[in-house]
């Protein structure tokens, strides 16, 4: 649900707000008819419902936020603007200093075309800039990339 990714957030005694941005109220109404109600951070008022274009509220958000979860479809029709450079300046300008960003895109299982031939694992981080970062390190970035079974069949394919 469009909720999925906060759920554990909301279990931290230092979360202090929340906002969930969505572009179609429907998908939020939908889901809380067929999947997940209410939660009960949002009666008290711990997370905030933001119904626009993701991509126009970010262009807002200026050294906001210490977390960024980006839940994003697939990298076509309306979501396209989600994966253009100006987005990742947008998004790199609303976190604090210390803040840190965190995108799911797509899926693999349904759309398998969308894996491309390039291994991460591979990467040359000397040009990781993660000394006395917080978040990320070497390890944590080749943890990052750890894929399940289906997904490296489907990469050994192509």
Known sequence: MFLGPIRFKCLSAAMQHIDVVEIDQRVVEACRKWMT???SHEREGNIQMIYMDGYKWIQ???????????DRSDPYGPATSLYKQRFYQ???????DDGIAVFQSG???YDSKILKRWDPLQADLNRLQW????YINPEIFHASFKLPSYVKNVVKEK
């Open 90 to 96: 947008y998004v790199y300008d609303s976190l604090t």
């Open 131 to 134: 000394q006395g970062a917080n």
């Open 60 to 70: 807002e958000q200026k050294n906001n936020y210490d977390v960024l979860l980006v």
């Open 107 to 109: 899926s693999p299982y």
């Open 37 to 39: 109600k209410e939660s």
